[in-house]
């Protein structure tokens, strides 16, 4: 028995695994495939799945308590603001921001990253200034400030990779000056996976005199983040990869900034009083928050950040660790796989996914014969052009993994992955 073999068959029997304590919680885990086997989801970076508490929090408020939020004196209306501004203080609470109102709801992490560019940009920036982003982003993290340069002529910049892909800090260090007003990166790319130096990074922004924005979407839901510990000055989030109800997010900021800033849209719940020719504007956090929100997405949400904290951030991210070394272990077993990003001895703190090109196969067509053996995977761009092409594809396919995966369902991925690939070159 080969020393990895030895690995494997200890953590199999000796490992108290949170998958077998928490897949019961996940009722679309339960489906089968077409041919009978259990449906294998490997798509957690893309959209996360959702545990029975958090469908039942989301039945409760329909059920009994549907209203609307700060505007009604009766009972189902405190109960629904109760409920809801709980989810802000949950939300608070997990990733260590001062006070509540730090808290803005938005609908995704795309729009929390528009409403900076459109409140703190449009007042803050103007032609010459920079905003240093990646070569790695998300569009979410790249068109909002191509649209913030159109309106007004600040320069955007954009850091490299390096060989093993991760962020090139020689670059990063080169192109930040005393021009740099923002700059603005993911915390864990969700093509590459590697975890981008933040302690390193934020320092050096704040020496330029420059904001950090960081997009936490791959993050959040896997390790411990404390925004205080981080010293950002922005940070974002998507319900629905913190396993979560989806159309709905969140933006942390520092207070003085958000005082600071203008409010992103215009209507009612954002305001203080409202006069034919003029408004004033409610208190953070509404300032940011124009009419009716998604309440039952925002309650759902708070019973999705409890429950990653009663199963414990720490132990999900050491958990997946675990899992993460066998998915690359498979993946490299199988002849002309093409893994991007760091490898989990290059970076042990990299994100649990892995994504990855195959010599002579296109992705679509790997994923779409995996998903025939219900093994669901994902291909595509993943929202990064930029990077695909600076790599010479227009497509990669991408396993990605959670606390409720299992070594078990990698090694049949690994198994339907190294079949597919054999039929379609047996096929080209």
Same mark, same amino acid.
């Given at each position: ?87 802000? $203080? ?6 260590? /921001?001062? $006070? ?8 995704? /992490? ?145 207070? /003085? ?142 396993? $990605? ?28």
């Amino acid at each position: 028995m080969t020393s990895t073999d030895l690995r494997l068959a200890q953590n199999r029997a000796n490992i108290d695994t949170l998958a077998s304590r928490y897949r019961a919680d996940f009722p679309v885990l339960e489906q089968r495939a077409a041919d009978g086997r259990p449906l294998i989801y490997l798509d957690h970076a893309a959209t996360s799945q959702k545990p029975l508490p958090v469908l039942e929090a989301l039945q409760r408020y329909y059920a009994c308590d549907n209203a609307n939020v700060h505007r009604g004196a009766h009972q189902l209306s405190v109960r629904a603001t109760e409920s809801f501004e709980a989810a802000r $203080s949950a939300a608070a609470e997990f990733v260590g /921001a001062a $006070s509540a109102r730090e808290i803005v709801f938005t609908r995704n /992490a795309s729009e929390a990253i528009n409403l900076v560019a459109r409140s703190w940009g449009d007042a803050n920036l103007r032609a010459g200034d920079e905003v240093l982003l990646t070569l790695m982003e998300h569009h979410s993290n790249l068109v909002p400030w191509q649209l913030l340069a159109q309106r007004t002529g600040c320069v955007l910049r954009h850091v490299g990779i390096t060989e093993t892909g991760e962020l090139d800090l020689d670059d990063f260090n080169a192109k930040l000056s005393d021009r740099t007003r923002l700059v603005s990166l993911v915390h864990v790319s969700n093509s590459l996976g590697c975890c981008n130096p933040l302690d390193q990074v934020i320092p050096a922004a704040h020496a330029a005199g420059a904001l950090v924005l960081v997009d936490a979407c791959q993050s959040l839901a896997h390790k411990p983040t404390d925004v205080a510990a981080l010293g950002a000055d922005f940070l974002v989030a998507s319900s629905h990869k913190l396993c979560g109800p989806t159309g709905m997010g969140f933006l942390w900021a520092r207070e /003085a900034l958000l005082e600071a800033m203008p409010p992103f849209l215009g209507g009612g719940e954002m305001i203080q009083d409202v006069f034919l020719d003029h408004s004033t504007w409610a208190d953070l956090p509404h300032k940011f928050e124009a009419g009716t929100p998604a309440i039952g997405e925002a309650v759902g949400m708070g019973a999705a950040i409890r429950y990653l904290q009663a199963v414990g951030l720490e132990a999900i991210q050491a958990w997946e660790a675990q899992l993460t070394r066998h998915l690359f272990e498979r993946l490299q077993a199988i002849d002309g796989v093409r893994v991007l990003g760091p490898t989990p001895e290059q970076q042990p703190e990299r994100g649990a996914l892995a994504t990855f090109l195959v010599e002579g196969v296109h992705a679509n067509d790997i994923a779409a014969l995996m998903d025939a053996s219900g093994v669901c995977i994902r291909s595509g761009h993943h929202c990064c052009q930029p990077l695909h092409r600076h790599y010479g594809v227009t497509a990669s396919a991408r396993a $990605s993994l959670s606390f409720i995966s299992t070594f078990e369902e990698i090694d049949r991925f690994g198994e339907e992955l190294a079949s597919t690939v054999s039929f379609l070159r047996e096929h080209s």
